[in-house]
């Protein structure tokens, strides 16, 4: 169980950025294959994103999970609504919902 101010910290997070990924590392130097992934497709995208590296903190990394109720690392929010891990963001990045969802939030040009 994680305590009320990790959650209270992940929510901030969630809620303070447009666009935030919690992932294994940092977008210049991700520690794991898929938070190197999902960073990729928002950088090719170019949107703008916050990033939480979960090594940092051992609290978040259990905490996010709980969070969201989703078992793995990274996690998309975008405007406080939880997207998906790296296979929702790849499939939607290939299908082109995830530009136009960024595009639809005012994130990126149309």
């Known amino acids: 169980m994680t305590d009320a101010a990790t959650l209270d910290a992940i ?16 977008p210049t130097f991700p520690q794991c294959g898929f938070s190197s992934v999902v960073a990729q497709v928002l950088n090719h995208i170019g949107v703008e994103y916050a990033a939480v ?19 793995t690392i990274p996690q998309l929010y975008v ?15 290939e299908a ?7 595009k639809d939030q005012g994130l990126v040009e149309a």
């Open 11 to 26: 929510k901030k997070a969630v809620t303070e950025n447009d666009v935030v990924v919690f992932m294994k590392g940092t």
């Open 96 to 102: 082109g919902e995830l530009q136009q969802l960024f």
């Open 53 to 71: 590296n979960v090594l940092d903190d051992m609290d978040v990394r259990e905490g996010i999970k709980e969070y969201s109720d989703w078992p």
């Open 79 to 93: 405007k406080g609504e939880f997207i998906g891990g790296c296979d929702i963001i790849k499939e939607m990045f």
